[in-house]
């Protein structure tokens, strides 16, 4: 019984984080184009082709 | 469907290179400090490498800032400095680089970003709802699996405490859309769902606060949880094809080069026109608004605007109307009109005035939750009644009148519609054809009539070389010769369908708009063009409804052959024609074009009525008649003029090749040029039809099974929880057999079409 006054705030507090990390990635347009993002994966790092 | 196949060359290659700077600087938006952005549309990227190729292309440029390509939407957006040390920039540049790196790129103004908006909050809430759900339950089983006393009151106390604010900011949508209805005093789908969230969520809270046994948080969250994945999935499927549709280009020209007093020229928008100003359209831009020519001489192509395929030749005093394409000449024209008062906003009126009829129609979902929602509510308040009166324990009456409320609750009917339809919008959007929204498969699945436009549609509206009269030997090699000076449509196509020659020497050869072209080789002069043109007085034109556009070549003004030419049948006409004839369903042609060459095409379809010189007005009409008399027309067209039509008939389709007014009109747009895709989504609108009403079938069987149990009081949460879970994986796994159907041939009973009429997968 002890235990889960530790336990159950810790389960909340991860699945709240999960939330948050939801929230978060959605809020800055991770979602906004699902096909493109597939094959940038394949692609070269956007870092390679920065301007000088 | 490779998307290198979407053709759209035909209407949009007229329009890909014709933009200014000016243009291009006028259509982006200010972003402060210097920096603008440019949204174009890309239709043709579809992989990888159209990504890396194009962000490269554009990074190459010295002024721009960012590039980034959305393969969803297939489009790039560009941030640009609007000057560098050297001076102003020059945005077309960016439009070059798109080219010259092999995409077409056309301007874009994005459309309301509010619908992303309306996205972004639908996934938001699934998120939060899913989050309470799941922790939900995890205390739930801890409850079930025998924690008592003090602990379950624990327990369900924080339940209640996640539920809340879940229920509060995910449940929302429903809240919001049952109190709408209720204030008109009608009902839907959301009042029943709305009520059994805050009632069970209420019994809860009072149950727990007496400490009682049983609770129904898990329930109330989770229900909204699925629903809410029902409702995202319904919006999503409409917004992709809208965003695809938008990303395509638009023809209406965004301003023109007004000619000031002074003889200089500023370019303005379409907006700022006013009636009186003189205007000057160069060769291959499109009219903005509607006006007399005040000088020059050209030939324009109004197929986009009446449907009539062949070009006229215009000269001072003409009136042409906007949308029209100048083709040869460049003319100097006075605004008759405001862009507001011109045909194309006309056109718009037309269509709106419209679509306010088809606006009547009801979804299967609306209809469903019309019978079901009152039904739902009496049998709650029966068993609520009944319960209290002869068990005399109103508390208990009130659990059992819940119970009712939430095993009835239109989980599985909530998800029976928006799964099977986006399944279908998949499985069509993989073979080139884009669903702009749910009803419109519904719709589809009803028509009993297709009705197509002619050119663009059932033809390409490009002219094919079809016969050759010559009089004299190598003439032919001399009018290609001529023929390849010139971008008219018909020197184009003489080029192409005559064989490859070599081409005859000239000393000079000019262009002569309204006629056609002129070469001078020593003492001789060939002229290549309409027969009054080549021939002078001297030629008596034959018959001017012939079938067939004409073009004469002559020699001192005596003709030396002629040429005729048909448009280009659509790949996949005939056959979707026969596939349809197959299927039971009318067909019918509406053009604006002449009734010759209706007939003609008509008789080569094998399409059972021809309507030719039909008015945009006299379109919706025949539309409005046949649905008068009690058939579903299924409109197929692509023009200006068929917009109205195409908004006016019970559902309507488009080419990708359409007028971006056109393609707004539609309900679905194609990406082939084959018109297979016409049958092919008839096929995929009926499948889902009847899976949809499976899915009904099922979820009503559910509620008949669990009903019962309910109303007899013996539903507890888990029982409850489980059934409607059952139910909602039932009705999802039933609607992805729609992929399944997809590996059968098509429409039943083609073998009376002779084994050809089977559906070719794009």
């Keep these: ?52 | 469907m490779s998307c290198c196949s979407m053709d759209t060359e035909s209407v949009l290659a007229l329009s890909a290179t014709s933009s200014s700077a000016e243009e291009t600087r006028l259509a982006s938006h200010p972003l402060g400090a210097g920096l603008r952005q440019l949204d174009l549309s890309v239709p043709d990227v579809h992989c990888g490498a159209c990504i890396s190729t194009i962000e490269r292309a554009l990074s190459a440029l010295a002024f721009v800032r960012k590039a980034r390509v959305n393969l969803t939407a297939r489009r790039v957006t560009c941030v640009y400095q609007e000057e560098l040390d050297e001076g102003v920039t020059d945005p077309s540049e960016i439009l070059a680089a798109i080219n010259a790196a092999g995409y077409r790129a056309h301007l874009f103004t994005p459309s309301t970003p509010e619908s992303d908006r309306t996205r972004n909050q639908l996934l938001l809430a699934v998120g939060v709802s899913g989050f309470a759900a799941a922790n939900i339950m995890l205390l739930s089983v801890s409850v079930w699996s025998g924690a008592d006393a003090a602990t379950r009151d624990m327990f369900h106390w924080i339940s209640a405490m996640i539920a809340a604010p879940a229920l509060v900011y995910a449940g929302r949508f429903f809240f919001k859309s049952a109190w709408n209805v209720l204030k008109r005093g009608r009902t839907n789908m959301d009042v029943p769902i709305s009520l059994a969230v805050t009632l069970s969520y209420a019994v809860s809270l009072w149950e727990t606060a007496h400490h009682g046994e049983h609770a129904w948080f898990d329930a109330s969250v989770s229900l909204l949880f699925f629903l809410l994945i029902g409702r995202t999935l319904d919006h999503v499927m409409r917004e992709k094809a809208r965003a695809a549709i938008n990303g395509l280009a638009r023809l209406a020209p965004r301003g023109a080069l007004l000619m000031m007093p002074d003889g200089s020229q500023r370019y303005i928008a379409v907006e700022e026109i006013a009636v009186g100003d003189e205007i000057s359209i160069a060769a291959g831009e499109r009219v903005p608004v509607d006006g007399v020519v005040v000088s020059g001489e050209s030939d324009v192509d109004l197929s986009i605007v009446t449907g009539e395929s062949s070009a006229v030749a215009v000269a001072a005093g003409s009136e042409v109307n906007s949308g029209a394409m100048n083709l040869t000449g460049s003319l100097v024209f006075r605004a008759t009109r405001l862009a507001r008062n011109s045909l194309l906003s006309e056109i718009i009126a037309l269509m709106e005035a419209a679509e306010g009829g088809r606006a009547r129609y009801r979804r299967i979902a609306d209809r469903a939750a019309a019978l079901y929602s009152p039904a739902v509510h009496l049998l709650a308040l029966i068993s609520f009644l009944a319960w209290g009166f002869l068990g005399g324990d109103w508390k208990h009456a009130m659990l059992v009148a819940v119970a009712v409320l939430i095993i009835t609750c239109p989980c599985a009917l909530g998800l029976a519609v928006p799964v099977v339809q986006v399944v279908a919008a998949g499985e069509l959007f993989r073979k080139g054809i884009m669903v702009k929204d749910g009803s419109v498969l519904e719709r589809l699945g009803e028509a009993d009539i297709v009705a197509f436009d002619k050119t663009g549609t059932l033809t390409m509206g490009r002219p094919r070389l079809i016969r050759i009269e010559t009089i004299e030997n190598g003439s032919a090699a001399i009018a290609r010769g001529l023929a390849t000076h010139s971008r008219h449509p018909l020197s184009e196509a003489l080029v192409r369908d005559t064989d490859d020659v070599p081409i005859p020497f000239f000393d000079s050869i000019a262009e002569i708009p309204g006629g056609g072209l002129e070469a001078k080789t020593g003492s001789d002069v060939y002229r290549l063009g309409s027969a009054v043109f080549a021939c002078g007085t001297t030629f008596i034109p034959r018959a001017g409804d012939s079938p067939f556009s004409e073009v004469v070549l002559s020699k001192n003004g005596v003709d030396l052959a002629r040429f005729f030419f048909d448009d280009t049948l659509r790949p996949g006409a005939a056959e979707a024609v026969g596939q349809l004839d197959a299927a039971g369903l009318g067909t019918l042609m509406v053009s604006g074009d002449r009734q010759t060459v209706v007939d003609n095409t008509a008789r080569a379809l094998g399409i059972d009525r021809a309507l030719g010189a039909l008015t945009p007005k006299q379109k919706v009409e025949e539309c409005q008649r046949l649905s008068d008399q009690g058939h579903c027309v299924l409109m197929v067209g692509d023009g200006l003029n068929d917009a109205p039509a195409l908004a006016a008939a019970h559902v309507s389709m488009a080419p990708a090749t359409a007028s971006d007014i056109g393609r707004q009109a539609a309900d679905l747009v194609f990406f082939n040029d084959r018109l297979d895709a016409v049958p092919e989504a008839i096929v995929v609108a009926r499948r889902s039809a009847s899976l949809i009403r499976q899915n009904f079938a099922l979820a009503i069987g559910y509620n008949v099974l669990a009903v019962p149990i309910a109303i007899a009081g013996l539903a507890t949460p888990l029982i409850a929880a489980v059934a409607m879970s059952t139910s909602s994986i039932i009705v999802v796994t039933n609607a992805l057999r729609l992929n399944a159907f997809g590996k059968r041939p098509g429409i039943r009973s083609t073998e009376r079409a002779g084994g050809q009429a089977e559906v070719k997968t794009a």
């Design chain 1, 1 to 52: 019984m002890n235990m889960l006054i530790y336990l159950i705030p810790i389960a909340l507090l991860m699945g709240g984080m999960g939330l948050l990390a939801f929230l978060w990635s959605l809020k800055s347009g991770q979602y906004d184009d699902l096909e493109g993002a597939a094959w940038r994966i394949l692609g070269e790092d956007e870092a390679d082709r920065k301007k000088p």
